[in-house]
């Protein structure tokens, strides 16, 4: 149980556009859920929690216009990155708060975005 | 604000014991978790100290010392597959703060 799911796995997308991440709690519903990005060989840095309808709660220097949250349902939220740059390519990975326990935490597989 | 500091790279052998040590700052926090990941994929939750003590999950302990602000993590039975990164966190009421994370290298 408690699996989480992105789609995609991996992207490349040329400057200027826009790309929609998927992050899906398969088995279990997730009120909460979390983005996190992570360079190579570096920590998980947290961008924003993603609240089930309501507004994302973004960390201090993480742009909301760029990366836009949507948490439509109880197990659905979408990451957008807008007018993506060079720099915004890395490692974007979500979790969700388990049901038994508040402190552990599902990590999806990650999405790998490369912008040309 | 909260920081985490961790040793960037430890390399033990297989069959034997490492212990990853962690101290941190923090105005507060529910706990210390430990997170492993291994190249390419997604963090796995390996355990939590909500208390002060050694807690124990198979080859895996996790000790806690709030008065030291201290954690670490020990592997026992080292095999070839712990070869990874393993993150301690700073365990919030519904958030996580990654440390900076230790690669570990098991070699024959």
């Known amino acids: 149980g408690a699996v989480v799911s992105q789609h995609p796995s991996w992207v490349i997308c040329k400057s200027g556009t826009s790309v929609k991440i998927e992050c899906r709690s398969l088995?279990?519903?997730?009120?909460?859920m979390f983005w996190y990005r992570q360079f190579p060989k570096q920590s998980l840095m947290l961008m924003a929690t993603?609240?089930?309808?309501?507004?994302?709660?973004?960390e201090q220097g993480v742009e909301k216009d760029k990366f836009l949250i949507n948490h439509a349902s109880l197990t659905l939220s979408t990451l957008t990155v807008t007018s993506a740059h060079p720099e915004d390519s890395s490692f974007y990975i979500c979790?969700?708060?388990?049901?038994?326990?508040?402190?552990?935490?599902?990590f999806g597989p990650g999405t790998r975005l490369t912008v040309t | 604000g909260q920081s985490l500091e961790q040793p960037s790279e430890v390399t033990a052998v297989e069959g034997a014991i490492v212990q990853i040590n962690c101290t941190y700052q923090?105005?507060?926090?529910?706990?210390l978790s430990w997170y492993q990941q291994h190249d390419g994929g997604a963090p796995t939750f390996l355990s939590y100290?909500?208390?002060?003590g050694l807690e124990e999950t198979g080859r895996f302990s996790s000790f806690l010392s709030r008065s030291d602000s201290y954690g670490y993590l020990l592997l026992q039975e080292l095999q070839m597959k712990d070869s990874a990164s393993y993150f301690c966190?700073?365990?919030?009421?519904?958030?996580?703060?990654f440390g900076t994370g230790t690669r570990l290298t098991v070699i024959p």
């Open positions: 979790s969700a708060s388990g049901t038994q326990s508040s402190y552990e935490q599902y």
């Open positions: 088995d279990f519903q997730a009120t909460t």
């Open positions: 993603s609240n089930e309808g309501s507004k994302a709660t973004y």
């Open positions: 923090t105005s507060g926090f529910y706990g």
């Open positions: 100290n909500a208390l002060d």
């Open positions: 966190v700073l365990t919030g009421a519904n958030n996580l703060f």
